[in-house]
Each structure stands twice: as structure tokens, then as C-alpha cells.
């Protein structure tokens, strides 16, 4: 059977007519009332986005769904996890400072934020699952003790996950420090001498001081100390960083698996929204905002992670890319335009999987509101 996924686009040409209204009743037709009760705590998994990113959901946007799950008489509350890399939501106390500069404080939103992971990323529960490479997996606390929860994802690309959308809100979202260390197991970047020019951005930002310079003025990584975050091959000036993508079929499944945790014993109370605007090449976690690959062109809505992502990547696919953006190949309405970002990424591999273990439905039945 397939799984309903419901659509509004930007398009606004009559009064009282506006995005705002669009996300109430998207909210409304997607049934997601119907998964709220009256007092019940509930969770807005969100990304507020590092600081000198603007690629992240408008907190007004935000504000709309908070509003629609007080009028189901539940108390709403904003979340995310704190990240494994260096920056400016590595810990409780700078994450929420970052969310609040970016507009997510109370007197936009209406409700409160909490850190899921608490003050260093160390509050966390072990979620048993059925997997390949996990029996239990490291879910933020804050994240498990809700009774209902609404995923609101910016849908963009990801230089290795391919894409980001509702799933990996689930896996790297959900996951404590500890969980985000689990999923990059196996994945250690490797230098490309020729390219290296010594300038030491990726030996700043190590988060674990796993790089320095040689003597040769080369940058090296220890093996021992990495924790595969990635953080180097995003600053690095001259793209001389780079992880062996032989290790990224395992990743995409960990994070999958990740995903389900999240989810687990729970999956009727949780509704998703995908925000198709801005659709940069790069995720949110990084620093600055680049051009975008695509049109944008709108919201989905779906109680099905899978389903949403799925129908969020066809509708990328779909449009003409722009040619002033990073997209090196694919542009025609058709090509896959996360690979012709991000040409070894596989992100195809978090729906597959993510169906085959019973996360969602890759089949689905978009519906245009």
C-alpha cells in the first residue's frame, strides 16, 4: 500500500493567501491533530542551523506547528542534538545561544528549546533494534521521553549522505555524541599530498586533534584519534581532503539504522514535514549557505519518513538546475542532482534500507493540496 505524501507549493497570487496559511493546512490535511493529545509533551525536531548558515526553516514557519499542536491542548518544545564536531552547537550552552540568534527563542516560536542530548551530548538511552550493524543504538534522552513528536526537516545535500531530509533529521539528529560517533565508525578521511598546502584549516578545526602538519608541510590524520566527523574535508581550501567512499554503503546503513531507533515502538505518533526551499548543495552544520542547486519548490507532509524523502528527492530531480550553483553535471529535469554535487554519494542507499527494515515505504502517492 502505498503511503500518502501531501504537497503545497509556493505559488501565492490571491488575499489572504500566504505560506503561513499553506503550512496549517498541510498540517491539518496530513492528519497530524489526529497524533497529538491533549496534554502530551510534544517534541519539533528541528535543525537550528550553525552559525553563518541561513539555509535552516524559518522560525515563523516554525511558530505555525507549535501554534497547531497547542490548539490540540499539548505543550510543544524545540530540539535538537548537540554536534560531534567543533562549532557553535557542540554543547548545550552555545547551541541554544546559536538557536536563539537565529530567531528560535520564545517570542518567536512560543515554545521552549531543549537540548536533547543535554549539556555535553552525554544524556542518552540505549534503544534496542533488529540491524545489521547495530543490536541497540544511543538515542538522545530528551527525544525518547516525548509522547509524540513532529520532524520538521530542511531538505538540501550532503557531501556524504547525498541528501538530508526527514531520515537523517532521525539518525544524526536523534543520536547523542556517542550515537553520531557510532554511525561515522569506519569513515576516516584521507589527504591527497599533490593537493595539500599546508595551510592548517582542517588541523584548527579537528575537534579530536587528530591532523597536524609533517614535515613536509603536509597535513596527516591519526587513526586513532579520528572519529570520522568530516569537519576537515568541509573547511578544507583546496578540497585535498577526501573519505575512501568504499565505506560509505555501511555508513548510509548505520544511519539508517540510527533513524529507526528513533523511531522506535512509537511510529504512529510522529509526523514529518519537509521544507523544500533553498535546497543548497551542503547541509545546514556548515558555516555559510551556498547557491541553490534548484527552484525551490515547496512543503511535503507525511507520516512516513521514507515516503516524504522519497518524494522529496523525485521533486528535486525533477526541476532544471541552476547553472550558477555547484552543480557539475545533471542539470536537466531528470538528472539526479545531489550526485551531480556529490558524484560518490549513494543517498538512495537511506531509502532502500530504510524500507527494508521497516523504517517506511518507498512507494507513495503524492497529493497536491
Not at 543535554?118 to 538511552?125: I, Q, V
Not at 550493524?133 to 538515542?139: A, G, L, R, T, Y
Not at 578544507?236 to 544511519?255: G, K, L, S
Request: glycine share 10%; hydrophobic share 35%; charged share 25%.
Amino acid at each position: 500500500m502505498k503511503s500518502k505524501v501531501f504537497f503545497v507549493d509556493l505559488k501565492v497570487r490571491r488575499d489572504c493567501e500566504n505560506t503561513i496559511q499553506k503550512i496549517k493546512r498541510l498540517y491539518d490535511t496530513a492528519g497530524f491533530d489526529r497524533i497529538i493529545d491533549e496534554g502530551e509533551l510534544t517534541a519539533i525536531k528541528i535543525h537550528f542551523g550553525e552559525k553563518g548558515n541561513e539555509g535552516f526553516i524559518s522560525p515563523v514557519n516554525v511558530r505555525q506547528v507549535v501554534d497547531k499542536i497547542h490548539s490540540s491542548g499539548a505543550k510543544a518544545y524545540l530540539t535538537d542534538t548537540n554536534t560531534l564536531y567543533s562549532g557553535s552547537r557542540r554543547n548545550a550552552v552555545d547551541h541554544l545561544t546559536t538557536a536563539i540568534e537565529h530567531g528560535f527563542g520564545y517570542e518567536v516560536t512560543r515554545a521552549p528549546l531543549i537540548i536533547a542530548d543535554g549539556l555535553l551530548g552525554n544524556s542518552f538511552r540505549q534503544v534496542p533494534i533488529k540491524g545489521k550493524h547495530f543490536d541497540s543504538v544511543k538515542i538522545a534522552s530528551e527525544l525518547l521521553d516525548c509522547q509524540s513528536m513532529i520532524v520538521m526537516s530542511h531538505f538540501k545535500g550532503h557531501e556524504l549522505a547525498g541528501f538530508g531530509g526527514a531520515i537523517k533529521n532521525l539518525a544524526m539528529g536523534g543520536g547523542s555524541v556517542a550515537g553520531k560517533m557510532e554511525q561515522h565508525k569506519g569513515l576516516h578521511p584521507e589527504i591527497d599530498a599533490e593537493r595539500c598546502n599546508g595551510c592548517a584549516t582542517c588541523v584548527e578545526v579537528c575537534p579530536c586533534d587528530a591532523m597536524e602538519i609533517n614535515n613536509d608541510n603536509i597535513s596527516t590524520i591519526d587513526d586513532d584519534k579520528c572519529i570520522g566527523c568530516g569537519e576537515c574535508m568541509t573547511v578544507c581550501p583546496v578540497e585535498a581532503i577526501d573519505f575512501n567512499y568504499a565505506d560509505i554503503p555501511d555508513f548510509m546503513e548505520m544511519m539508517t539504522e540510527y533513524a529507526l531507533g528513533t523511531v522506535a515502538r512509537r511510529q504512529d505518533k510522529i509526523g514529518y514535514m519537509n521544507f523544500l526551499v533553498r535546497i543548497t548543495p551542503d547541509c545546514d552544520c556548515v558555516p555559510w549557505s551556498d547557491t541553490p542547486l534548484v527552484p525551490d519548490i515547496g512543503i511535503l507532509a507525511s507520516t512516513d519518513p521514507v515516503a516524504i524523502d522519497q518524494a522529496s528527492l523525485d521533486l528535486v530531480n525533477r526541476q532544471q538546475g541552476f547553472t550558477t550553483s555547484k552543480l557539475e553535471e545533471n542539470m536537466e529535469p531528470g538528472g539526479d542532482k545531489f550526485t551531480g554535487v556529490w558524484k560518490n554519494s549513494m543517498g538512495d542507499i537511506q531509502l532502500s534500507y530504510g524500507e527494508k527494515i521497516g523504517l517506511g515505504n518507498k512507494d507513495y502517492e503524492l497529493i497536491e493540496i
